[in-house]
């Protein structure tokens, strides 16, 4: 010890650190921020004010200081490390984190495989690290982990911005409100998907949805930018498509390196069957209505790609109507990599001649209440010599109060006007 701090003193004089109070840290952390200093020319500041907020974290509501009376204080911190760019404030931040990180990462996949056994008590998802949230979701982290969390962003006004996010993305605001079936402003963000997948908003088209790409190693790749309808929740493509890239919004020059949306879950959940559709909003929403798989988005028809991320899965293609032919391709390239694929083929049975011509996808009939209309459609899909029948006989469909077939009907005019087929 007497030796460590004998040679931490030395090591400190010769970083000229200009002030900074590094002597008053453990020995220990004072040799890794030194380390750190000596090899990859991290500034000691942010480093040891890194691991502080680390070391907090960590902590969290298990300590307390009894100050007088009834003035009792937590660890809680709030450090922002500031500095012109490419200084050195993220690697030193990413360094300190890394174990809890780790433990974060070893949680979400005991919660996984306890959703996935489907046990009797729903799981509770132990997160410690906040990086993408908003104010209604942070309340239900806190309320899952009484220990504290710790809200840790690249970019301070990020989580400034944070303050009633959900306002300026109208995807978002749909599918709470659908998913939720209270107003917004009443929204606890009742399920975990938003937080899962890492979706943001953003001010761009005045009021858009940022779909973050985050690989199997957990990188970012990119982040797409989409507006959408307020009111029909379909992305608005007229008089001009309303997509970007945030490095592009950003003004930054990079290479554009794609990954699917939500590959970075499937490090976290090893046992899930992998179901890979078009869109990003429609890997939201059949991930809230079956969670029981893992549901990634290439984010368009022609980006169904073989990725490392899908070794020895068991993968699931749903294309858009119209697109069965492309994946079917594309489904060959995937075979080498992956244990098994198959190209599902249930939307294509079910659908009207009208949905097919719409390109509709799953996420289209999963928000779709059918019609007595398009049942019986879809009736004579699976059975052609229904709509000889129905033609002969002139049948019109009888619906129930919520607007469901309920039968088939007789003309008017014919001597049995009863129901003639009833579910």
Known sequence: MIA???????????????????????QKVQSIVL????????PPEFSASAMLSAASTAIGNSYHIHIRGGWVNNP???????????????????????????????????????????VEKKPVLAQVILDDFTPEAMIKVHSDNPKGVVVKVDEFMGMINTVNRYNSSNLIELLLTAF???????????DDKLLLYKVGTSKAYGGS???????????????????????TGHRVKDPKPQVAWVHSLMGIKMELRECLFGEHLLRQCSTKQVVIVE?????????????????????????LKPSEALRGRDVILIPDLGAEESWREKMEQLKPICKSVTLSESL?????????????????????????????????????????????????????????????RVPEDSDNSTPLVNN
């Open 348 to 408: 294509t049975k079910m659908a009207t001649d009208d949905q097919k011509r719409a390109g509709l996808d799953i996420a289209d009939f999963l928000l779709t209440e059918p019609t007595a209309g398009m049942v019986i459609e879809q009736m004579k899909q699976l059975n052609p010599e229904l709509a000889d029948f129905i033609l002969a006989l002139q049948l019109t469909p009888i619906s129930t109060s919520e607007g469901l077939p309920n039968g088939l």
């Open 76 to 118: 809680s911190l709030f450090m922002v490390l500031v500095g012109p760019p490419s200084l050195g404030k993220t690697p030193p931040l990413q360094a300190a984190f890394a174990p809890i990180q780790r433990l974060d990462i070893e949680s979400i996949a005991r919660y996984c495989k306890a959703r996935e056994e489907g």
């Open 209 to 231: 949805t940022v779909f973050w790409q985050v690989d199997h190693m957990g990188q970012v790749k990119a982040g797409k930018v989409i507006g959408y309808d307020p009111k």
């Open 279 to 303: 869109s990003e909003k429609s890997a939201l929403i059949c991930a809230w209505k079956m969670p029981q798989y893992i549901w990634l988005a290439t984010g368009g028809l022609y980006n």
């Open 35 to 42: 380390d750190w200093h000596a090899q990859d020319d991290y």
């Open 180 to 190: 939720s079936g209270a107003a917004l402003k009443k929204v606890r963000v009742s």
């Open 4 to 26: 460590e701090m004998v040679m931490n003193g030395l090591r400190r004089d010769a970083a000229q650190l200009d002030g900074f109070p590094l002597e008053v840290f453990p």
